[in-house]
């Protein structure tokens, strides 16, 4: 049926490009397969029909340039970190970083060892936090959920956050990374 109603308000055609782009990226979420920690063993299940994480628009992809999603999964020792950051700066913007148990919330288990990091978010920016140690397969695809509504709604900015703040994130990486070499930006 045609309509001939005239809208009230001019139709703002930017917001609803970015709406339906917010819409289709979160159900097409692309994950860099590079687990860091014990949480990347609870990982394989989501691919097999039991939990079925394709069902979600959910892939593993071999490299960052083709993700959206990286996911940290479980403790982050010193030495990673500084492989972890060249990784999420490779991702292309929009990116998200999901994080994967207690270990990367406080340190869990490992709070006091002088090898891991304790507070992931002072050294890159987390979108999404999943507790317990290791999380169960249902309580990561729980996560993803989470992530895509905040997709959804604009409220998964990690990404931006970290370009507004790059000298404050620099500065606690550097103060953990004492071989630096990395390029100042690396995207
Ligand atoms: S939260 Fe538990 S399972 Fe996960 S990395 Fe830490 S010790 Fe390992």
Not at 115 to 140: K, Q, S, W
């Amino acid at each position: 049926m045609y309509c001939n109603k005239i809208p009230d308000k001019p139709v703002d055609n930017e917001k609803i490009w970015k709406k339906l782009d917010d819409l289709a990226r979160a159900n097409s979420l692309w994950i860099t397969a590079y687990g860091t920690g014990c949480g990347a063993i609870e990982l394989r299940p989501l691919h097999t029909s039991r939990f079925d994480m394709e069902r979600f628009g959910i892939a593993m992809r071999p490299t960052p340039r083709q993700s959206d999603v990286l996911i940290i999964s479980g403790y982050l020792s010193v030495k990673t970190l500084k492989r972890v950051i060249r990784v999420y700066e490779q991702i292309q913007d929009p990116k998200y970083i999901l994080a994967l148990g207690s270990c990367t919330i406080d340190g869990g288990m490992y709070f006091d060892s002088y090898n891991t990091i304790n507070i992931l978010d002072r050294y890159i920016p987390v979108d999404v936090y999943v507790n317990g140690c290791m999380p169960r397969p249902e309580a990561v695809i729980d996560g993803f959920i989470l992530l895509m509504k905040k997709i959804k709604e604009g409220k998964a900015v990690g990404w931006k956050r970290y370009k507004e703040n790059l000298e404050y994130y620099r500065k606690n990486q550097r103060e953990i990374i004492r071989n630096w070499d990395l390029p100042d930006y690396n995207w």
